[in-house]
């Protein structure tokens, strides 16, 4: 019987990937029909480029409120990738059913009456967010937020991209008539249908957490349009077919079916247990550490420990600590591939991932630095401030890539170790096994690490969690899976997971 292809578009700060599964003897198989680098430019305020993501895009005044240039998405480039990974599935004659997109989360896009964008997609490194969330406060407390929406105060929160659009750019806000997160954006252009999808929006920090919509009240208090908010949709809602044009570049027509778009509810969708004492850590250039629960915890003790309740498949709750991640290795391979200058090395290493672990493994420099402190967030050199930062506390400061490396993962093990403490004070239980999904659970030393730092089981596995769950979604639309309890369990039985045991 000819096999049933579905495909998931996944994107990520660091790359994209298209994915194409079907079913094979009850088993998911999975191909890879593209990859493509995926990265947030930095765009002088008087340069054209601002302009780049469309022709009659109306640029305003872009340098965020430091002076400096600003940190933008090419959401133009991601479009052309995307058709162009579509394209290869016509040429292998692979034609999907459906395919959806899920992206990282808090970015949007504002568009005016005909469609049009209102300036660039702002990347949430960008600086033009410093200050907002005090403005954001004196509006409503902090601790008020927080009961509502059970998001986690980070600097990016879609919450201070408003406002920053509202105090610098007031006039691009006024003009909008549409907000769209990136994968909504994405799926618009594909479809001409506008849907806002749960999982991203709660990221935004303007959901409430009680009624799982927008806080149209909040919303109103803080003066952002009413009109930009839409009802929300559910991962396995259908957003329509492609729009002809599409159809007829890329060779073929599918449904576009929602996932999870924010890809951590995607990939933790993959995590290969079904129990509920299960922990995961979904590992990429972000590392969200968590549980999943079916009410959000808005607790004193939870805000203290910042944890966050993000909108998961099903309604349920991702409860997670967002921590710095692969990042921080992600920005300093970066610098040593650009030829960063060190004494002794000759310019011909191997600064791969595996690499750089193995590597990192051999040393013995035992400086830490507090990997979730914002300082790593968006550094002039991550290079330097992990030295800066070793040299501040009276640490050795690591001089050679493998030294850099090795206080950077150690680093985050140690971060794991602190955020399983909170969780299990939070939660009043202990969990007995941590399963990593994602890119990161590759990096075998960092999972042996963290097994040892915490004296728990680490299960490793899948590695392309967030497009597995992207495809679960959905699968289960379309009746391959009736739950998401089923879907795991399909998992678990087609993907190969490595178990790292620490000492109790």
């Known amino acids: 019987m000819r096999a049933k292809y579905y495909l998931a578009v996944d994107i990520g700060a660091s790359s994209g990937r298209l994915i194409l599964a079907h079913m094979e003897q009850g088993n998911m198989v999975l191909e890879e029909v593209y990859r493509f680098r995926n990265g947030s430019d930095s765009v002088p305020h008087d340069s054209n480029s601002l302009n780049m993501e469309s022709k009659t895009a109306e640029a305003a005044d872009t340098r965020n409120a430091s002076g400096r240039a600003c940190l933008v998405w090419d959401t133009q480039r991601l479009l052309w990738e995307i058709l162009t990974g579509m394209k290869k599935c016509a040429g292998l004659g692979k034609i999907p059913v459906s395919m959806g997109i899920d992206t990282w989360g808090v970015d949007y896009v504002l568009l005016d009456k005909d469609d049009r964008l209102l300036g660039p997609a702002f990347a949430y490194r960008d600086y033009r967010t410093q200050g907002m969330d005090e403005k954001v406060y004196e509006i409503i407390p902090e601790k008020e937020l927080y009961k509502r929406t059970g998001i986690q105060k980070a600097s990016f929160n879609t919450i201070y991209q408003l406002m920053a659009d509202k105090l610098q750019n007031p006039e691009r806000l006024e003009r909008a008539e549409s907000l769209l997160m990136i994968p909504d954006y994405l799926h618009f252009l594909l479809t001409g249908v506008k849907k806002q999808e749960y999982t991203n929006a709660t990221t935004s920090g303007l959901v409430n957490a009680s009624s799982c919509e927008w806080d149209m009240e909040l919303i109103r208090k803080l003066g952002f349009p009413e009109k930009l908010f839409m009802p929300l949709s559910m991962p396995g809602s259908v957003v329509g077919p492609l729009r002809q044009e599409i159809a007829d570049e890329v060779g073929f027509t599918c449904s576009v079916v929602l996932p999870a778009t924010h890809d951590t509810g995607s990939a933790v969708m993959s995590v290969p247990s079904d129990a509920e004492d299960t922990l995961y850590i979904s590992s990429g250039t972000w590392s969200l550490f968590g549980c999943e629960r079916t009410e959000a915890d808005t607790s004193s003790r939870a805000e203290e420990a910042n944890f ?190 490595k178990k790292y045991t620490g000492q109790n």
């Open 308 to 497: 966050t309740n993000e909108g998961g498949y099903a309604h349920c709750f991702r409860f997670l600590k967002n921590i710095m991640g692969l990042w921080m290795i992600q920005s300093v391979q970066k610098e040593f591939l650009a030829g960063y200058s060190f004494e002794g090395m000759t310019g011909a290493e191997d600064y791969g991932f595996a690499s750089l672990c193995t590597h990192a493994a051999q040393e013995e420099i035992a400086s830490l630095v507090p990997a979730n402190d914002p300082r790593f967030l968006a550094p002039a050199s991550m290079i330097s401030e992990v030295q800066a930062a070793c040299r501040e506390s009276g640490q050795e400061v690591p001089v050679t890539p493998w030294q850099i490396s090795r206080v950077i993962y150690r680093s985050l093990a140690v971060c794991y170790k602190t955020a399983l403490m909170q969780i299990e004070e939070i939660t009043g239980r202990r969990y007995d096994t941590i399963h990593i999904v994602g890119g990161g659970s590759q990096a075998e030393w960092l999972n042996q690490l963290t097994a040892e730092e915490m004296g728990r089981i680490v299960m490793a596995g899948p590695g392309e969690a967030t497009a597995i769950g992207n495809l679960g979604s959905q699968m289960i639309a379309d009746g391959v899976f009736c739950d998401l309890r089923e879907f795991r369990h399909c998992v678990r039985d087609s993907f190969p997971v």
